[in-house]
């Protein structure tokens, strides 16, 4: 198992950037998947950006974000990011990072989580 912890949220204008970090402790060595999710009130918890263990870490994005948005690992550091740029008043949520060794897609389905670092975003 793992233990995630994000950090890095914050207020942002539009037109900003943040940089959301999650660090990774625990069995580290396994092949996870690692992924980014955000969550509204009253909403459901939508995937944002997922990376794999394999193929050269190929990732994917939500189109929302996609082209706005990056996500990256630092295996040194055991630590996952999602770097946004060019932020909306609509990625405004709470950020989770999640992990889990099978691969979930966009779906919620992972078994570790954090416990999200809030994003907002002022028009």
């Known amino acids: 198992q793992v233990q995630l912890v994000e950090s890095g949220g914050g207020s942002v204008q539009a037109g900003g950037s943040l940089t959301l970090s999650c660090e990774i402790s625990?069995?580290?060595?396994?092949?996870?998947?690692l992924a980014w999710f955000r969550q509204t009130p009253g909403n459901e918890r939508e995937g944002v950006a997922l990376?794999?263990?394999?193929?050269?870490?190929?990732?994917w994005y939500a189109a929302s974000v996609r082209g706005r948005f990056t996500i990256s690992k630092d295996n040194a550091k055991n630590t996952l990011y999602l770097s946004m740029n060019d932020l909306k008043p609509d990625d405004s949520a709470m950020y989770y990072c999640?992990?889990?060794?099978?691969?979930?897609?966009?779906?919620?389905?992972?078994?570790?989580w954090g416990q999200g670092t809030q994003v907002t975003v002022s028009s």
């Open positions: 990376m794999s263990p394999f193929s050269s870490y190929t990732r």
């Open positions: 999640a992990a889990d060794l099978q691969n979930y897609g966009m779906a919620p389905g992972y078994d570790y």
């Open positions: 625990g069995d580290t060595g396994r092949d996870w998947y």
